[in-house]
């Protein structure tokens, strides 16, 4: 009988001392990952910029911290979310340049967090093939998108949506928020949106914004190429001759409802209109082009601004705010006219380098900038750190933890890789390594045996290689070992994972 009784007693302690944990443990604070796709540092006015004001997505750095050197592995839409699931860089996960399918299979931070006991959801936009795997809910733009009216899929099929696609995201996420997690459980959740990635179509409400406007133009936008590799010169991706009638609006727009059409054509029938009346050619033509594509891309910034707000302000209220992680970032950086360019790729600052914000009540100082060199491979690890889980070896990042706390480590990384793949493909950009460090930048173009080298200092708009010069030479030697060390250190021999057998086992589903 005793020694029934300390059994029993034994196993009612251990299930209270269970309880007591499990308490505990559902205290961990929830994740909200915001990413856009191709949102510029240059398009956030808590980054400086001179085009635009984004007070929503001001507040997170304000209330936080803003990374001032945050990297990607590669410049690219879905290569880069595939870095974020993976922690991997994109030769180890499969995944190298869009088209590729996403093998579900492997490892990735939802999973993680999944088993850790974190509830995980991601709405909007996903852009790799294949179904997402290691979430509760999802509910995905089919490929890249459309503005408006989007056909969306989710573990039930096909869902069709009438109105903005930024608006009908933010929707969904506020949605999942309020109606269908377990508020017992930590959260994880991906709410990421298609905005403003190309043809930037701007919502029925930000469709005027700008008109009276003169946007801005960067330095370089009628930059001229000639200090450096021939693939500056090759690529496909000018204002002056890649915009498309449908870029600029000169067109009717696909995809539109009657009513919505009806608001399109009121708001730029006028000014296709007065264009008409201009007859620009040479460097007019280049600048009314120019204005004509940034105030579409910041009208479409606008939205994703307005939205994240809501967001913000549902977390406010409900006093979720207080035990959130909100961190907002892209996909990659993004040219706003910078060397005559839009879309992204290079390695170039303004498509290598891409916005962070993060805020974490009573855990980081507000309104800290750090300088830090981050990328998007170490957000797993951070996300997984912030949960108090063990990050895998295998993955290659780093989380960036320490540093958001004001502690900066003796060891962090005074360099970064970069790898480009997508040759031949869009836009025509060559494919290209290198390694930047706080002062220099060095780059391979593989296939046509071109180099190119930068003094970040002395010429922060990359416009003059200093590959071939004497007084370089020192520089060169130690960057190409660099490069090389790297290179090694990410197990990047050239080679790519394969991962077919297991992509074919799961469905495409049928797009509408």
């Known amino acids: 009988m005793i020694h029934r009784s300390s059994m029993l007693l034994g196993l009612v302690a251990l299930t209270l001392f269970g309880s007591?944990?499990?308490?505990?443990?559902?205290?961990?604070?929830?994740?909200?990952?915001?990413?856009?796709?191709?949102h510029g540092y240059q398009a956030l006015s808590c980054y400086g910029s001179k085009v635009n004001e984004t007070p929503n997505l001001d507040r997170i750095a304000n209330e936080g911290m803003r990374f001032d050197r945050c990297f990607v592995t590669n410049s690219i839409c879905g290569p880069s979310r595939a870095v974020i699931l993976t922690g991997k860089y994109s030769h180890l996960n499969g995944f190298v340049r869009n088209g590729n399918r996403f093998n579900g299979q492997?490892?990735?931070?939802?999973?993680?967090l999944q088993a850790a006991g974190y509830q995980t959801a991601i709405v909007g936009k996903w852009h790799l093939e294949t179904d997402p795997t290691g979430f509760d809910y999802w509910h995905i733009l089919q490929g890249q998108g459309p503005y408006y009216n989007p056909a969306m899929d989710t573990p039930d099929g096909v869902v069709k949506h009438t109105g903005y696609t930024t608006e009908i995201i933010t929707d969904l996420a506020l949605d999942w928020l309020k109606n269908k997690r377990d508020a017992d459980k930590p959260f994880y959740l991906m709410y990421q949106h298609k905005a403003p990635h190309r043809n930037w179509q701007p919502g029925p409400k930000q469709l005027n914004n700008y008109d009276d406007v003169t946007i801005p133009e960067p330095e370089t936008l009628f930059d001229d190429y000639?200090?450096?590799?021939?693939?500056?010169?090759?690529?496909?991706?000018?204002?002056?001759?890649?915009?498309?009638?449908?870029d600029l609006k000169l067109v009717p727009q696909r995809g539109l409802t009657d009513e919505q059409r009806k608001a399109w054509d009121e708001a730029y029938g006028p000014k296709n209109e007065a264009f008409e009346k201009l007859n620009l050619t040479g460097k007019d033509l280049v600048q009314w082009k120019y204005q004509r594509y940034a105030k579409d891309y910041l009208r479409c910034v606008d939205a994703v601004d307005e939205n994240v707000g809501r967001v913000l302000d549902y977390l406010d209220e409900t006093g979720l705010a207080e035990n959130t992680v909100v961190i907002y970032s892209s996909d990659q950086g993004w040219y706003l006219g910078e060397h005559g360019w839009f879309d992204k790729r290079w390695m170039y600052e303004e498509s290598f380098r891409t916005p962070l914000m993060v805020r974490w009540p009573g855990k980081v100082k507000p309104g800290t900038v750090s300088d830090a060199m981050v990328m998007n491979l170490d957000f797993?690890?951070?996300?997984?750190?912030?949960?108090?889980?063990?990050?895998?070896d295998d993955m290659q990042g780093r989380s960036f933890k320490q540093i958001l706390l004001g502690e900066m480590p003796d060891d962090w990384r005074k360099s970064v890789y970069y790898h480009y793949y997508e040759f031949p493909g869009?836009?025509?950009?060559?494919?290209h390594y290198g390694v930047r460090t706080d002062r220099h930048k060095l780059i391979y173009y593989y296939d046509l045996d071109e180099w190119e080298l930068f003094d970040l200092e002395k010429d922060p708009r990359e416009l003059r290689s200093v590959y071939d010069q004497a007084e370089y030479?020192?520089?060169?030697k130690d960057l190409e070992a660099e490069l090389q060390r790297l290179r090694d250190q990410y197990k990047d021999d050239g080679s790519v994972v394969q991962f077919q057998n297991q992509n074919t086992k799961q469905k495409k589903r049928k797009r509408v």
């Not at 797993?380 to 990050?391: K, R």
């Not at 869009?426 to 494919?431: C, D, L, P, T, Y």
């Open 106 to 112: 492997q490892q990735t931070v939802s999973k993680l």
């Open 226 to 246: 000639s200090h450096r590799a021939s693939p500056a010169r090759n690529q496909e991706m000018t204002v002056e001759r890649h915009l498309s009638p449908n």
């Open 380 to 392: 797993p690890e951070l996300f997984l750190e912030i949960a108090g889980e063990t990050v895998p």
């Open 473 to 476: 030479a020192a520089v060169r």
């Open 426 to 431: 869009a836009h025509s950009v060559a494919k």
């Open 20 to 38: 007591i944990a499990s308490a505990e443990k559902d205290q961990r604070p929830n994740i909200l990952f915001v990413f856009s796709d191709d």
